[in-house]
């Protein structure tokens, strides 16, 4: 009986003990191993998600019930201006004692909290002629970006006859570019750049505002709009698509021949005195003296001219085959120069 007593009591020291030991063990753990919890940016935030951390660790977030966080504000906020929206930016909270929160090591159990901050949206546009897009001297697409509101200015893109590379004009003609259309407008109504207008409201007016407006509607708007946009050929309007969806304008340049200027310079015992526009085949250069004076001029009335004791004309140098009649060594008379067929440089001394 003693025996069996005894047997008890032992039993019952070594469970104390091992109960004793189960209870330290499981203390240490709890001690440092923290809960993060997730919430996102409503007026009563909801929990998006969670993490089980060891204390100095970084917390990396699981989804709540397998749902993914979508990352959009939920606080019922409205961007400051036509096409910004919130972007998300993070999570941020403090502990208890105020420190900052920092999830890369976690010090205790904490909640944090989704960030956002506003950006812009834009708008990205291209060129083409025919089904060749239009790029700049190193091959790269010639293109450009405008925010609401922004205005479009292409003469500084080098929109020009440069850009087409299989089109070779007709000699003393280059291509003018005379205006755009865009591709998503069948009607392929022809605008100017300084024709763009860019206007917004909840939803496009019933008649269409002017050509080249640009709409972007309001309609329905919330945290995260998307601003649907239009285009206006003033008979009807065209959709573009979304701000939000990265919306692209792709243009479509029209080109003519017209009449290239080259340049006529006119020098005096070294020194430029001026120059001289001129296209081919059409205008007739004239060099005459009045007085003392040299004038050099062209059938648009534009002239170059200067003062100075009486000349002699000994000769008249062009950098390239220019002219098909040049009267040369003349003294105080008319040099006429026709058919000009480049940049030329009369030389006087």
């Known amino acids: 009986m003693q025996k069996k007593r005894f047997a008890t009591t032992l039993v019952l020291i070594c469970g104390s003990a091992l109960l004793s030991a189960c209870s330290f063990s499981k203390g240490t753990a709890e001690s440092n191993v923290f809960t993060v919890s997730y919430y996102d940016d409503s007026a009563e935030p909801v929990l998006v998600g969670y993490a089980y951390v060891i204390k100095g660790k970084e917390a990396n977030m699981r989804s709540v019930e397998g749902v993914d966080y979508d990352k959009l504000s939920h606080s019922g906020a409205l961007p400051s201006a036509i096409g910004k929206h919130f972007v998300f930016d993070g999570f941020a909270g403090t502990y208890e004692d105020g420190t900052q929160i920092d999830l890369k090591s976690i010090q205790a159990s904490c909640s944090v909290y989704a960030q956002f901050v506003e950006a812009e949206y834009s708008l990205t546009y291209t060129f083409k002629n025919g089904a060749i897009s239009l790029r700049d001297a190193d091959n790269n697409l010639i293109k450009g970006t405008a925010k609401f509101g922004d205005p479009f200015v292409f003469a500084d893109l080098g929109i020009d006859s440069s850009s087409l590379e299989y089109t070779v004009p007709r000699y003393g003609y280059?291509?003018?570019?005379?205006?755009?259309?865009?591709?998503?407008?069948?009607?392929?109504?022809?605008?100017?750049?300084?024709?763009?207008?860019?206007?917004?409201?909840?939803?496009?007016?019933?008649?269409?505002?002017?050509?080249?407006?640009?709409?972007?509607?309001?309609?329905?708007?919330?945290?995260?709009?998307?601003?649907?946009?239009?285009?206006?050929?003033?008979?009807?309007?065209?959709?573009?698509?979304?701000?939000?969806?990265?919306?692209?304008?792709?243009?479509?340049?029209?080109?003519?021949?017209?009449?290239?200027?080259?340049?006529?310079?006119?020098?005096?015992?070294?020194?430029?005195?001026?120059?001289?526009p001129a296209k081919y085949a059409v205008e007739e250069i004239t060099v005459s003296q009045i007085g003392e004076d040299i004038v050099v001029s062209n059938s648009r009335g534009i002239s170059v001219s200067c003062s100075g004791d009486k000349y002699s004309a000994k000769y008249i140098k062009f950098n390239s085959e220019t002219a098909d009649r040049i009267q040369e060594n003349y003294s105080e008379r008319d040099v006429e120069l026709k058919h000009i067929m480049g940049d030329c440089v009369i030389t006087i001394e």
């Open 174 to 276: 280059q291509y003018g570019l005379t205006g755009f259309t865009i591709d998503a407008d069948s009607s392929k109504t022809t605008i100017t750049d300084s024709m763009l207008k860019w206007e917004s409201g909840d939803a496009v007016p019933e008649t269409p505002s002017p050509v080249g407006t640009i709409f972007v509607s309001t309609n329905n708007m919330n945290n995260n709009p998307s601003y649907e946009t239009y285009f206006s050929t003033q008979t009807q309007w065209v959709s573009l698509g979304k701000l939000s969806e990265n919306l692209k304008i792709s243009f479509s340049c029209s080109f003519e021949e017209e009449e290239k200027d080259f340049q006529v310079s006119v020098v005096k015992n070294g020194t430029l005195i001026g120059t001289v």
